[in-house]
């Protein structure tokens, strides 16, 4: 098995030959939509073998493509392989969690009118854990759309898990902000929308004095590591993810998963839910190759933070409190999840 380093270093030089120009004359081609480094697929089984990965609006034969719109086999040696862009469906976890940790469903319970028409309540994924460095308060890392949506507000709460239906309203009342406390977990405090970055960061409710009354947390993904793999439940790093490298993931559906990065710069995809399709601009896409409970039928569950856009350090304690952390690549966050991305104050 290759070495991170041999990964990437292999990845680089591919890339390195497409941006000489191999990229933009595959772009020029009728039909191609996107162009990436990845690995090559034969009849949907991945291999180890790295390649030009081109994506096309519709997949056609040979035989009807004309010549000089033919992608080459071939590319300074380097194989390649078509793709079409993928379409994929969100599915819910309403598991509570205490503590609270990454990869677990939250909601502002907003109720507001969707772009269907009807009363809707917004809900995604809780990234991981964090420590806001202008206060030191431990906060909770996830989505702008996520934690604030299109009418969230700076002290609007923060719950766990999600509700299972949507409470009656009048649109007259919309949106409607919940009153009560009930699996309250955090404050809203503060976010940043840009082309780089969809990032908001909520205050845990935990006490002011002591931090160890309210809402416990860990920086953990439960269930995670299975026969040393990988080697902790806890965050404790950060590495780019390159096309070839393992990736681990727990989810209510699929349970605890293994898989591959197939591709580190996938194009933008469509993700359908209650038959909306919203637009992505894609990262990383990844083929789960183990599974230790049944199995989902597509590669994205879920909508989550991408911890891809995070850089991550450092450890907990048994209490839930920060017990050694650093600052990586920003001046706003540290602690076991700590952030690239600096949001304004």
Wanted: proline share 5%.
């Amino acid at each position: 098995m290759k070495t991170n380093e041999q990964l990437n270093a292999e990845n680089e030089t591919i890339r390195g030959m497409l941006a000489a120009g191999a990229e933009r004359k595959l772009l020029a081609i009728p039909n191609v939509l996107h162009v990436s480094v990845g690995l090559k697929e034969t009849r949907g089984r991945i291999s180890d073998q790295l390649c030009v990965r081109v994506y096309v609006k519709q997949k056609k034969g040979p035989e009807a493509v004309p010549a000089a719109e033919l992608i080459p086999a071939q590319i300074n040696g380097v194989p390649t392989d078509v793709h079409t862009v993928g379409v994929f469906e969100f599915s819910e976890d309403n598991t509570k969690y205490r503590p609270i940790k990454g990869g677990i469903a939250i909601t502002n319970r907003i109720a507001d009118l969707g772009d269907n028409g009807k009363v809707q309540i917004g809900r995604g994924t809780l990234g991981c854990i964090a420590i806001d460095t202008t206060d030191n308060a431990p906060v909770i890392l996830s989505n702008w759309h996520v934690l604030y949506g299109t009418v969230g507000r700076n002290g609007d709460k923060v719950y766990q898990p999600s509700p299972t239906s949507v409470p009656a309203a009048d649109l007259a009342d919309l949106p409607l902000r919940p009153k009560d406390d009930i699996d309250k977990i955090a404050v809203l405090r503060r976010k940043e929308i840009s082309a780089a970055v969809d990032g908001a960061i909520a205050a845990i409710d935990v006490s002011s004095c002591c931090h160890c009354c309210g809402i416990h947390y860990s920086n953990e993904i439960n269930g995670l590591s299975v026969g040393n793999r990988p080697p902790r439940n806890t965050i404790v790093g950060d590495e780019r993810a390159v096309s070839g490298m393992a990736v681990f993931k727990v989810g209510k559906v699929t349970g605890r998963t293994e898989g591959v990065v197939v591709d580190d710069n996938y194009p933008t995809f469509s993700i359908v839910r209650s038959g909306r399709h919203t637009h992505s601009r894609g990262r990383s896409r990844f083929k789960t190759s183990i599974t230790q409970k049944r199995s989902a039928p597509t590669a994205i569950r879920g909508r989550s933070l991408s911890i891809s856009t995070t850089r991550l350090s450092a450890s907990t304690s048994r209490t839930g409190r920060i017990s050694r952390s650093r600052v990586v690549r920003s001046h706003l966050f540290r602690s076991p999840t700590t952030s690239a991305m600096s949001l304004p104050r």
